[in-house]
């Protein structure tokens, strides 16, 4: 471990974390649950509103989202970071974040969002075409993609052509996801769910059914950062930060490398390096299933198993409650909750297991915890480790 | 300085514009070009001002024999008053780059990973695309 990486492990914690309008929060705009959100994450840290004066923040419609955030807080942030860069963001967020604390540009960061994508009355096909005009996609949006969900088809059908990857292996992530979400009284949808409603569930984009994608619904996440000697005063157990790393290597599935490997096979590498743990010291691991594939790829790139034995490592429940590692103990963007971007609920979940507080889904000695998100169209990658005192 | 401007006659020329801008127009003209490095002799696709690969600016337009592999495939399931099921793929041309397509005049569902394929410009909504067809083996 390089003199870097020693001093920024365990640096800085989380210590706060806050939620709201999980599911459907009509009647309630977007700035009103992510500012509920970010009052109880604030609050859980024992601290007031006046105290953040660190914001890190984005949305996927405002461009200067940071600046009618902090108003609307209240707040007057010296240290900002809005980058956007998909679901990802709140965990590539972590390491300026960090650095700021280090440095002491600031004392206490906030990392919010909030999104009402489900209640609210945004007429989603005008978004669409405003971000061809935009954001344009000229040489892929001419063959009219449905993104994201086509891209993850193009990698799903890549990656049972290479590894013999089957339905029904990506639908045991669905079913465990589900699972998981039975013992979460915050998640969204609890029902049953077997491997054939998978498999029989409407095409969305073959060979993806509606049931390997993740829920399209309103919710605000937000936890608060703070120093490691600040954080021992906390209310609550702090979830200290060990290791942090980001890569992406393209933005459109036409331009990825190759489709069956994302960059999370270098941020994994690179956080855990940071954090001095192997990934068999990892307890839970929250990655970011916008779809099922997405949990195959990152257990292979993040090295929890071999490239092309993902399908093998969640078969007969592996990743369920019981199985042999657990994966989104909270029911994940599959069955609890994706509000556009999920990236903060995965911070949510870890911290939640390492405190002992996560109620009937708890696993026992939870003690290191990777959270990894994705954004785009498998476009960016962050992995983060996430740790108990006792690890550190 | 405040030099008057001189009247000029305009270049025969067409005037110089982006990598974009040169490959629509030449698609508009029925012309499929696509760009090749002059240093490391990659084909660079999408277009781009620089090499991706070894960031040389200099580079040269040729024209693809448009021959290839579907690389990955996938039916979007539509309904029909959105137009119905199309298809989207991958496809891996003989020549070195890889580019979004479809496959046309075919089921979507039977086109498959490794299928031949060849190019062809259509119209569709008033602008020329490249789309493929399935091709047979030693194509």
Redesign the interface.
Known sequence: MNAASKAFRGAAAITGIGSAGLGDAKGFSEMEILSLAAQAAVADAGLKMADIDGLCTCSGSATMWALPVAEYLGIQPRFVDSTMLGGSSFIAQLLPAVHALMAGDCTNVLVCYGSTQRSGSVDRAAVTKMRQVLDPQ???T?????QPI?AY???T??HM?QYGTSRAQLAEVAVAARQWAQLNPAAFSRGPLSIDDVLGA??????LSVRDCCLLTDGAGAFVLTLADRAKDAPNPPAYILGNASETWHR????MPD?TVTSASRSGPRALAMAGVSIDDVDLACLYDAFTINVILFLEDLGFCTKGEGGAFVQDGGIAPGGRLPVNTNGGGLSFGHPGMYGSFLVLEAVEQLRGAAGARQQDGIEVALVHGNGATLSSQSTAILATEAAL | MNAPIQETELPAAPAAVGP?AHY?RSLAEGRWKVQRCNACLRPI??PRTACPACGSTEYSWFTPNGRGRV????????PQAA?GD?H???VDLDEGF?????VDAVDP?KVA??DRVVAALIE??G?P?VIFHLHGEGA
């Open positions: 000229p040489y892929e001419p063959y009219q993609p449905m086509s088809a193009l990698a059908a890549r052509h409407r095409m969305v984009c073959d060979p459109q599935i036409s331009s489709l | 974009d629509a696709f999408f690389h990955s495939t996938t039916v979007m399931r539509r137009g199309l989207l793929c991958l890889r580019m979004m397509s479809r569902a990973i490794g569709h909504a602008a695309l």
